[in-house]
């Protein structure tokens, strides 16, 4: 077993007669991380420059997870794996809903978020540990290689980028994402021996309110309705919403590579396992410092779930394919069911 403080393949050793060590760091490992060896496991790394909204993101996400869907998904709950995990969710997430946005990542990498999601509906159960690693080790090849190495040996890599605060650099926004991507191939390829085409990348557009809305990127209205219109309790059934994501991929790949972004379109889909691109904004307006000036309803936020789908999609290609093929079967069964049901 791959321990996910240290990355490691150890045998856990059992202490106390009750609670397992890592052979190798000696970190407690969570009971249900070791004995249930059946529920599949993803290790996501999150990669982006500073301020650009990984940290925001995450905290976005796993609000909206607590808030809404619980009532919609029958059965759904989510459940902390370890104490950091524990105080990420009592403490940064309802400081997030009076509208206080989260601190940036420190400097010291910090421990992993580690959920075990149950029940979604289409997926199951899965447990994730979340690597949020401070957007200045992106920065440098030497940075990635001593803090980056447990975003380096993650199963997917959450690509999270902010195009309007790009535009604010010395260089086009497009080159400023080559830049990071290059930076995080270089580094995980030839000084971390990472294999990239084993991770699967989702490239997230942060802040996509400010994107619509900013005139120079000409975002097309197909994108702009799927922000806009798309409320978070439309996920009732995710299934739907995670059909439609190839589609509005292929939307935003296509955009990107039209407006000067074709060189790192080209590179991702030649370096890694997938890619998926979505477009997200964690708390529907633009912030006021760092305060929202009012409480974040998570009703207010757009899109955040896409992300999570996309990581869902490729735990269940890699560790139950069948699920994958019985959800297509489903989906066309369900969709020729309502056609012949409107037809009489």
């Not at 529920?39 to 997870?65: D, E, S």
């Not at 902390?80 to 990542?105: D, K, V, W």
């Amino acid at each position: 077993m791959r321990c996910p403080y240290c990355l490691e393949n150890s045998d856990p050793k059992v202490v106390n007669g009750h609670n397992y060590r890592c052979g190798e760091c000696d970190e407690v490992l969570p009971r249900d991380y070791v004995e249930s060896r059946n529920i599949p496991k993803g290790r996501i790394g999150i990669v982006g420059f500073a301020g650009h909204g990984k940290t925001c993101y995450l905290t976005a996400l796993f609000h909206a997870l607590q808030k809404i869907y619980p009532a919609q998904w029958r059965g759904f709950y989510l459940a902390c794996m370890n104490e950091y995990t524990g105080l990420f969710t009592y403490r940064m997430i309802p400081a997030f809903q009076r509208g206080e946005l989260p601190p940036s990542t420190a400097s010291a990498f910090p421990q992993p978020t580690i959920y075990h999601l149950n029940e979604i509906p289409q997926f199951g159960r899965c447990i994730l540990t979340f690597y949020d690693t401070r957007g200045e080790v992106f920065e440098q090849i030497h940075r990635i290689t001593g803090a980056g190495r447990f975003v380096a040996h993650a199963d997917c890599i959450l690509f999270i980028v902010s195009l309007t605060d790009c535009t604010g650099s010395h260089e086009p926004w497009h080159v400023s994402m080559k830049r990071l991507l290059d930076t995080y191939v270089m580094a995980t390829k030839d000084y971390l021996g990472a294999h990239l085409k084993r991770q699967r990348l989702v490239v997230v557009l942060t802040k996509a309110d400010l994107l619509i809305a900013h005139e120079a990127f000409s975002v097309p209205e197909t994108l702009r309705r799927y922000l806009i219109e798309q409320m978070p309790q439309d996920y009732g059934d995710p299934l739907a919403q995670w059909r439609a994501l190839p589609e509005i991929s292929g939307r935003i790949e296509r955009w990107l590579a039209g407006h000067g972004a074709a060189p790192f379109v080209n590179m991702v889909r030649a370096e890694f396992k997938s890619v998926r691109y979505t477009m997200v904004s964690a708390t529907g307006a633009a912030p006021a410092g760092r305060t929202m000036g009012v409480e974040i309803d998570p009703n207010d936020t757009r899109r955040v779930i896409d992300p999570l789908l996309c990581i869902l999609e490729g735990i269940q290609a890699d560790h139950a394919p069948w699920r994958t093929r019985m959800g297509d079967f489903w989906f066309k069964f369900r969709s020729a069911a309502l056609r012949f049901a409107r037809e009489i």
